[in-house]
Nanobody, 120 residues
Framework: QVQLVESGGGLVQPGGSLRLSCAAS????????MAWYRQAQGKERELVAR???????EYADSVKGRFTISLDNAMNTVYLQMDSLKPEDAADYYC??????????????WGKGTLVTVSS
């Protein structure tokens, strides 16, 4: 079982910055891929960014150049630095981990989410 705990959400003015963190803990062999998703009210959950254990990253077009995902492998923690925030970035942000369990099988795990509000 893998537990994901997110932190760092809050209220920020347009143009401001926030840094989200997600720490993974529990019993697993390795986490080769971690990601951030978001879900705005009335919309489907969408991928924001993901990062592999070797540092390969992928971003949604809407956040390219403004958001940066990073990974601390030793701490099994993923970060999302969000700059130049826009009102349309407001959403619940969810951490996702594709973990390889001790049994060798892979499974997706989700955090409970952290709310980001962008408003003046």
């Amino acid at each position: 079982q893998v537990q994901l705990v997110e932190s760092g959400g809050g209220l920020v003015q347009p143009g401001g910055s926030l840094r989200l963190s997600c720490a993974a803990s529990g019993s697993f062999f390795r986490i080769p891929l971690m990601a951030w998703y978001r879900q705005a009210q009335g919309k489907e959950r969408e991928l924001v960014a993901r990062i592999s254990r070797v540092g390969r990253t992928e971003y949604a077009d809407s956040v390219k150049g403004r958001f940066t995902i990073s990974l601390d492998n030793a701490m099994n923690t993923v970060y999302l630095q969000m700059d130049s925030l826009k009102p349309e970035d407001a959403a619940d942000y969810y951490c996702n981990a594709n973990a390889i369990k001790l049994s060798g099988s892979a499974m997706d795990y989700w955090g409970k989410g952290t709310l980001v509000t962008v408003s003046s």
